[in-house]
């Protein structure tokens, strides 16, 4: 049994422990560092076949494109139709975002994995669905490319989305109100304005949409638990302001009884412990 974990820890075969005592306390390293090492679970979901190459050369207008879907799966959706997954041109980073549903934003790592990008073909199980599609890229980085990551909250400068004094001036939307038609969505929109039209939304969702347009952590301090319609709008200038935008976020948002101020925040981050670069074989 020692020689076994000899060499599942790289010794040579002739490394050998001289007494018992020796062998028996060299076994209970071997157990505690067996225990600490990383591992797949083998109920898992994973892809039934899959593909995981570098991409080739990825246009400035692809690697945008890849980025914002990235960035903004936080509902599962991945690439693809029916029972097949298409990733084309996202980030490693990007991949991690789509795979863990978490923001780019909160993805802490190498350098590298935010510009080296990664094409996935993959086909989903008979019997298996869509939804579970992101558990089964995770398993598929932990596979090819040794994806190692913890999740931990630290105390940052953000921005925190709280009632403002007088109360907030929002209405309470149902699950069964339908959302707005075309029409309807041109009448919210001011002429010469764009904009973002939020039905039935929660509070931690409107942060989260803050944050992304920001990239920066957006707490909610509401303590509301309904759900909105909240229509976020301004001339083209204005919203392309990145100076700008917390001021123009601030002056919306007191419009609906909001106070949206800078301050320290709990900011959850996905930090990458391990990665390699170049994908194990297929």
């Not at 980025?67 to 097949?84: C, E, H, K, V, Y």
Request: proline share 7%.
């Amino acid at each position: 049994m020692a020689d076994l974990c000899s060499r599942s820890l790289g010794l040579p075969l002739r490394f050998r422990i001289p007494s018992l005592l020796g062998r028996v306390l060299w076994l209970i390293l071997c157990l505690g560092l067996a225990h600490f090492a990383p591992a797949q679970s083998p109920d898992a979901p994973a892809f039934e076949v899959a593909s995981l190459k570098i991409s080739g050369e990825v246009s400035e207008l692809r690697t945008r494109l890849a980025d914002r879907m990235a960035d903004r799966n936080l509902s599962g959706f991945l690439p693809g139709q029916n029972q097949r997954v298409e990733i084309d041109g996202y980030s490693a980073a990007g991949l991690i975002a789509a795979a863990y549903q978490v923001p780019l934003r909160e993805i802490e790592g190498p350098s590298w994995i935010f510009n080296v990008r990664f094409t996935v073909s993959a086909l989903i199980p008979a019997g298996r669905t869509r939804k579970e599609a992101p558990e089964m890229l995770r398993t598929l980085l932990v596979e090819r490319l040794d994806v190692r990551a913890h999740r931990e909250t630290r105390k940052v400068s953000g921005y925190i989305l709280s009632v403002a004094k007088n109360g907030p001036n929002l209405t309470e939307t149902g699950p069964s109100v339908p959302r707005l038609n075309a029409t309807d969505y041109v009448k919210r929109i001011k002429p010469g304005f764009v904009g973002s039209q939020m039905d039935h939304i929660g509070m931690a969702q409107l942060a989260n949409y803050l944050a992304n347009g920001l990239k920066t952590p957006v707490e909610d301090q509401t303590g509301l638990k309904g759900h909105y319609d909240v229509v976020i709008q301004a001339p083209p200038d204005e919203m392309n302001d990145e100076l700008g935008l917390p001021g123009l976020y601030r002056r919306i948002l007191s419009e609906y009884g909001l106070r949206f101020e800078g301050g320290k925040v709990d900011a959850p981050f996905l930090v990458i412990d391990g990665i390699s670069k170049t994908p194990k074989e297929n």
